[in-house]
């Protein structure tokens, strides 16, 4: 989105709701309009709809559905355009049995927007929105097992990790964004993640000063800094035993989507040909 229009569109936002959140007023990124500013479409424009289906391809007519886990899901915005793109559905259009194909389990720190994820959901059956602090280490465990027993599993098939990076980064310091990353890398056998560039948050920074606000308490000591994309590439491939499957490319606000895939999951969940040959082309980028 160009800057002029950007501007535009956070500025009918406080016309709206004058008593909303003005943009970088929301220091853990909980945003009451954040799809405006970057929507789906722009995510979904690089991946391939049929991904889930080639990276978990169908076994037999009583196969397990796919588990999902969308980290900071805002109000859901993202988590049902990914659903849908996913299943191929239309606007307006549901699958029968689609549930059984795909579950998703979607958490985010604010209450209001999971609330209001929770209403404007098309998809209750599949679709399971909680507020869920995921750097709360006592109580994360609980609501993260609570769904997976459902389906007697242990991990999730895949998480999504969309431009919460530098949030935690930015509240948690170097070692929370390690710990997360780790404890993430930890839940899933593939992991999708967008990382923020170093320029968001110097703008985050600024524009919390601008408001009058506190400053990041960790902004100008995080010794984590630079390429973000290669940091975070380095940390989950160096340091959390997995590996970069591919890039599939950076949406219009210049931000990378990056597979990854948990090492010991290559024996039960080998790459697709198709995402191979492009393995070495996006690891070689790094």
Not at 35 to 56: A, G, I, K, T
Not at 78 to 90: D, E, P
Not at 212 to 227: A, E, T, V
Not at 245 to 273: I, M, Q
């Amino acid at each position: 989105m160009a800057a002029a229009e950007k501007l535009a569109a956070e500025e009918a936002v406080e016309t709206e709701n004058p008593g909303a959140l003005k943009p970088g007023a929301a220091p853990f990124g909980n945003f009451p309009h954040y799809s405006r500013f970057h929507p789906p479409e722009q995510r979904l424009r690089l991946l391939p709809p049929e991904l889930l289906q080639q990276l978990f391809p169908p076994e037999g007519p009583d196969r397990r559905p796919i588990l999902g886990l969308d980290v900071g899901c805002n109000s859901g915005d993202l988590s049902v355009a990914l659903y849908k793109h996913f299943l191929s559905l239309r606007d307006g259009e549901s699958c029968l049995g689609a549930s059984r194909e795909l579950r998703f389990l979607c958490c985010d720190i604010d209450p209001a927007l999971v609330e209001r994820a929770e209403k404007e959901c098309p998809f209750p059956d599949a679709l399971t929105f909680i507020t869920l602090d995921i750097m709360d280490q006592r109580n994360r465990k609980g609501p993260l097992r609570s769904f997976l027993s459902q389906f007697g599993r242990s991990v999730f098939d895949i998480a999504f990790c969309m431009s919460v990076t530098m949030w935690i980064h930015l509240n948690h310091g170097d070692h929370g964004l390690w710990e997360f990353l780790a404890h993430l890398s930890s839940l899933c056998h593939y992991l999708l993640v967008e990382p923020q560039p170093w320029k968001c948050y110097r703008a985050a920074a600024r524009r919390l000063r601008k408001l009058g606000l506190h400053n990041f308490d960790h902004f100008h000591s995080l010794s984590i800094r630079g390429d973000m994309t290669s940091q975070i590439v380095r940390i989950l491939t160096q340091d959390h035993a997995m590996e970069l499957v591919r890039c599939f490319g950076n949406t219009s606000w210049d931000r990378s989507l990056l597979l990854f895939r948990a090492k010991h999951t290559t024996e039960t969940h080998p790459t697709p040909e198709s995402l191979t040959e492009e393995a070495e082309r996006s690891r070689s980028g790094f």
